[in-house]
């Protein structure tokens, strides 16, 4: 399990199923807010969910930016997809 802590130690962000197959969980506090990208930089999802299904996209590596919508704090994980 890939964690993240914040400067203040205040909120914390766990990503897991990483390597992921076909989707990935995000845990966190309170609501959030999902950007994925490929390894060029280019958005290929947005939502505000969870449980992320990546099952669609090729086996490479990915960033994923969580943003906290109530500390409006974000966090970049690297996923890889087998």
Same mark, same amino acid.
Request: aromatic fraction near 12%.
């Given at each position: ?31 959030? *807010? &999902?950007? !994925? ?10 939502? #505000? ?13 990915? *960033? &994923?930016? !969580? ?10 994980? #690297?996923?890889?997809?087998?």
């Amino acid at each position: 399990m890939l964690s993240v802590r914040d400067v203040f130690g205040v909120a914390q962000v766990f990503l897991y199923l990483n390597p992921a197959q076909d989707k990935f969980h995000i845990k966190a506090d309170g609501h959030i *807010f &999902v950007e !994925v990208y490929d390894i060029s930089g280019n958005k290929l999802k947005t939502n #505000k969910n969870k449980e992320q299904n990546i099952s669609a996209f090729g086996s490479v590596i990915y *960033f &994923v930016r !969580v943003s906290q919508l109530e500390t409006a704090q974000s966090q970049l994980f #690297k996923v890889v997809k087998k």
